[in-house]
């Protein structure tokens, strides 16, 4: 069996194709720019050649296209962008225009000439499929896992990050399990619409979960057996752009607090842990800093075994008074990610769990 998974994060797209055939140490891995830093390149081209932009496709993760997007406009060179890319920068298209941005029809956009065409999306299955066969890797698989974090269709005048927590919050009190953001296509809630769009971009009829980068990163520390197998745990995954912390009695949830990263200096991730584990943390102080939130599920009544740090940013707790240990699920920090989405996977298609279990546990 062929799973192939996709971690889409901000600086970073994570590629994994687990084989349960042999040895996981033995499977193809990319670690390549995310879907946004692509994006943010070809604008970026097209600012230096002074060309006009058009940008088409579906709604995407934003960060470095936006910052690009900015940069273009700033210089004096125009923008045009289909309704559902448009939505890649805000929800409320009026607010997208008021960047200078010019919000046209399908039916326009095919009209218009002498522009760079920028197809906005975070998978791209095609590109994934063109690196495999350059080294003569098989291009077919039979299943699929993605990921991506997704702050959703917030309703107007109601602040994204509260309304991606309130999804967070949501889901462990319906299910307190990391597994439990895992999604069939269809489940997928109609306001997560990144994912909902990431899922459009699928061209193979295969079995697909869809799972948040926040769960899949905790899930994939935990299968490093220093993490995994001392309980309680606090995992932390230092992303580019987010950082969440997450008290943990296995896969159960005891608390958690989501943050942006780039807020956060050192001092500040140690405070925020410590103070998550000691049940004194409030949700009002995280969000007043700029952050999403913390939510306790019960108060922690002891300290963690262990205090696992993952994510591309991990270096920023190097030495800390954390004591923190380096999760290497299957040798490989940067796929822990990938491993957490084949576990949902593997959780949310039963029939194919048994085989997926098993390469993992050897």
Not at 112 to 118: A, K, N, Q, S, T
Not at 316 to 329: C, E, I, V
Not at 348 to 360: C, S
Request: glycine share 10%; with cysteine; charged share 25%.
């Amino acid at each position: 069996m062929r799973i192939l998974a996709i971690d889409m994060g901000t600086g970073t797209q994570d590629i994994l194709l687990l084989e349960t055939s042999g040895p996981v140490e033995n499977n193809v891995k990319m670690v390549m720019p995310s879907a946004t830093e692509i994006a943010a390149r070809r604008i970026r081209r097209a600012t230096r050649e002074g060309r006009p932009v058009l940008l088409t496709g579906v709604t995407m993760g934003g960060g470095p296209c936006h910052w690009a997007l900015e940069a273009h406009v700033r210089e004096g060179h125009s923008v045009c962008a289909t309704p559902e890319a448009a939505k890649t920068f805000d929800d409320d298209l009026a607010v997208v225009a008021g960047m200078g941005v010019r919000v046209v029809s399908e039916d326009e956009a095919t009209q218009l000439r002498g522009v760079e065409r920028i197809e906005m999306r975070d998978l791209d299955l095609v590109a994934i499929r063109k690196a495999l066969a350059s080294f003569e890797v098989p291009t077919d698989f039979d299943g699929l896992a993605l990921g991506c974090l997704d702050h959703g269709e917030a309703p107007p005048g109601y602040s994204d990050r509260l309304f991606r927590f309130d999804h967070l919050r949501r889901v462990v009190r319906t299910r307190n399990d990391l597994r439990g953001f895992a999604y069939l296509p269809q489940e997928v809630p109609s306001y997560l619409t990144r994912a909902r769009s990431m899922l459009s971009c699928v061209d193979a009829d295969v079995p697909t979960v869809f799972l948040d980068t926040g769960p899949a990163a905790a899930l994939g520390a935990l299968q490093d057996p220093q993490v995994g197998g001392n309980l309680p745990q606090v995992v932390v995954n230092l992303g580019n752009m987010h950082t969440l912390g997450f008290y943990l009695q296995g896969r159960e949830i005891l608390a958690l607090y989501e943050h942006h990263t780039g807020l956060l200096e050192p001092s500040d991730i140690e405070s925020l842990t410590e103070r998550l584990v000691e049940g004194t943390l409030t949700h009002e102080e995280v969000f007043a800093g700029h952050g999403h939130g913390v939510y306790y599920v019960e108060r922690p009544e002891e300290k963690p075994a262990v205090v696992a740090v993952t994510g591309p940013q991990r270096g920023k707790l190097r030495g800390s008074r954390l004591h923190p240990y380096f999760a290497t699920p299957h040798g490989d920090m940067m796929i822990s990610g990938c491993f957490g989405l084949v576990e949902a996977f593997a959780e949310r298609h039963p029939d194919r769990r048994d085989e997926i279990e098993a390469v993992l546990a050897s």
